[in-house]
């Protein structure tokens, strides 16, 4: 048991992010649109354990990624 965690520890954390340039358009925007979701959930989730403002901060975070996603398309 203790030699399957210390393997676990050791192993690299695999990005949740896909890898977006080898895929289509339509692939990239799907992931960008889904990776804005994940995002969005993890901020509610996080402003209703602190109280704050959920609204501000995704709307910017996703916007940041479609903007980003539209540059590296061209």
Do not use: F, H, I, Y
């Not at 965690?5 to 992931?31: F, L």
């Amino acid at each position: 048991m203790e030699r399957a965690n210390a393997e676990a520890m050791r192993t690299p954390a695999v990005s949740a992010r896909p890898d977006t340039r080898t895929m289509t358009q339509k692939a990239r925007e799907a992931a960008v649109a889904a990776d804005c979701v994940a995002s969005l959930a993890r901020a509610r989730s996080e402003a209703t354990r602190r109280s704050t403002s959920v609204k501000s901060r995704s709307r910017t975070g996703c916007a940041s990624s479609a903007r980003m996603l539209s540059t590296s398309a061209s």
